[in-house]
């Protein structure tokens, strides 16, 4: 039992490749999700054995990782519809995989936007395997560090864990990233955010291209978390680590604007994939109630459970409309960050409102890890810290309404 789609505008070739994520999202994502989401020590969701590596093959294989490749024959329309279609079904196959897959082309994005063809060749080769990770957050900045609007971006007298400084041709590093890292344990490259003059506080700051085999990179374990446990995150220092200087592929003067710009795409992608994953907790919910016999019937035909059931299911429909609008914009324009907030926000309030609403009907037994419903919950309310928490998105993103 699954809700109907009234995305009309949609082609034959666009169905197809929904389809296709779909059967992707239900039968890899799901099943993987589950299994990785029980293992007690997450070291071994990354293990060499761990069914995570058959999940990122098949991904590859299906290609969804080149939707957003300039060699893909689509139109930036086309494309934008095609990422937030993936993007939801992914959502509704497992969170925390979305996530993963989805951040593991990260460094694709800067090694383009730099224009450098030994860059775009080294990182953005269609026979690449590299994983990439965001590595912004750090142990004492978490979501401060994407509020690019805000009076302390700018102030030096916060001083930033992960600093790069110029020596002739080559970028030294030194510091770390935080356990937050997604990917960061498995990362082979990151796009790292880092202060490069300190004076200007976050502001002073550059994106480098870093990957992780180089000397003086080490990491920390990966992280026991409540929710989305099947994507990996996990601290990573950096110990004199030296890159060519055209390996820093945006400087201070750009900084803030990229902040913002990465920000708006990263927040908009995951209003898509919450989208998803309360879409999964509604038809949950859904299928129970039509089988779950209390009172002589199912519980679908009392009055109270079929009113909180719509009222999910207007919530998903809401969440729905906002992310595909803001990801149909963004696709075709200058992404505007105070929308992509918006939807990242008011959909991952939504997955975690519906999520508990599903949890509510399936009473007793929405608490049992038999059930999928509580594992729903518990990733949705990740999501509401994840990728900035939703408190101060909303500051951020209040500042471009006046």
Not at 22 to 37: G, N, T, Y
Not at 40 to 69: K, M, N, Q, T, Y
Request: charged share 25%; aromatic share 8%.
């Amino acid at each position: 039992m699954g809700l109907a789609d009234i995305e009309f505008e949609l082609n034959d070739s666009e169905r197809a490749v929904c389809d296709q994520a779909h059967k992707f999202a239900d039968e890899v994502m799901r099943p993987a999700a589950a299994q990785l989401d029980r293992l007690s020590d997450p070291a071994d969701v990354v293990a060499r054995d761990s069914v995570l590596w058959s999940v990122f093959a098949r991904f590859h294989d299906l290609g969804f990782d080149a939707i957003e490749s300039p060699d893909a024959d689509a139109s930036p329309l086309q494309a934008a519809r095609l990422r937030f279609l993936v993007n939801e079904e992914l959502g509704w196959g497992d969170s925390g995989l979305a996530i993963s897959l989805g951040v593991a082309g990260f460094h694709r994005f800067f090694a383009r936007l730099s224009g450098r063809p030994e860059l775009i060749e080294r990182f953005c080769h269609p026979a690449s395997r590299d994983i990439g990770c965001w590595a912004v957050t750090e142990p004492d900045h978490g979501s401060d560090t994407l509020a690019f609007d805000q009076p302390h971006f700018k102030d030096p007298a916060i001083r930033a864990n992960c600093v790069a400084r110029k020596e002739g041709a080559e970028w030294v590093i030194r510091g770390q990233k935080s356990a937050w890292v997604s990917n960061g344990t498995i990362a082979t490259v990151a796009a790292l955010f880092c202060t490069i003059d300190p004076s200007h506080g976050f502001d002073g700051g550059g994106v480098a291209l870093v990957p992780l085999e180089l000397d003086g990179v080490s990491r920390g374990k990966p992280l026991d978390k409540l929710g989305q446990r099947a994507l990996n995150q996990g601290e990573i220092f950096f110990d004199d680590v030296r890159i060519p200087e055209e390996w820093m592929v945006v400087g201070k003067e750009a900084y803030g604007f990229v902040v913002e710009q990465v920000l708006a795409m990263a927040n908009a992608a995951m209003g898509t994939i919450f989208v998803g994953t309360a879409r999964a907790a509604l038809e949950h919910a859904l299928h129970y109630a039509h089988e779950r016999i209390q009172g002589g019937m199912p519980i679908f035909r009392h009055q109270s459970v079929k009113s909180r059931l719509f009222k999910a299911f207007m919530q998903v429909e809401a969440a729905r409309a906002l992310a595909r609008r803001v990801a149909l914009y963004n696709g075709t324009h200058p992404p505007l960050v105070q929308y992509s907030i918006a939807s990242k926000v008011f959909c991952t309030q939504t997955a975690f409102d519906v999520a508990s609403t599903a949890v509510q009907i399936f009473g007793g037994n929405g608490l049992s890890r038999e059930y999928p419903v509580e594992k729903l919950l518990r990733d949705a309310r990740a999501s509401m810290i994840e990728d900035g928490c939703n408190d101060l998105l909303s500051i951020v993103g209040a500042e471009k309404l006046w």
